[in-house]
């Protein structure tokens, strides 16, 4: 069972990482938004991973009694958009990660680690 955000982030990182995502990054956006504690961003090789990243996530989420309030691009699997609450995951496909650069978007937020990896 999720008790903390900080639990709740790092849920959702081990299930990236057990599905393989890349160039994980947790921003802590508390200080600079009211949307969320932390967005993750991350990208799979193509849409097949995205979606199973996503899936796991999921998967974790509802295991673990956490309310997912929306998940929105799933079925394109290019950019997909996991709503927790507190924790906002973007699921990238490597392309669109690129093209669109969220992390220079939110560049005053601190990158922090919820990793078991390191």
Known sequence: ?????????????????DKKAENLMVL???NLSVISDYFMI???????QVQAIVKEIRDQAHKNGTNIRGIEGA?????VLVD????VIHVFHREDREF?????????AEVVSFSEQG
């Open 1 to 17: 069972m999720v008790k903390t955000v900080e639990d709740l982030a790092r849920l959702v990182v081990k299930a990236a990482e």
């Open 28 to 30: 802590d956006i508390r």
């Open 42 to 48: 991350c990208h799979g090789n193509n849409e097949r």
């Open 75 to 79: 079925e394109e699997g290019r950019w």
């Open 84 to 87: 927790l609450g507190d924790v």
């Open 100 to 108: 669109y650069n969220l992390e220079r978007l939110w560049k005053d």
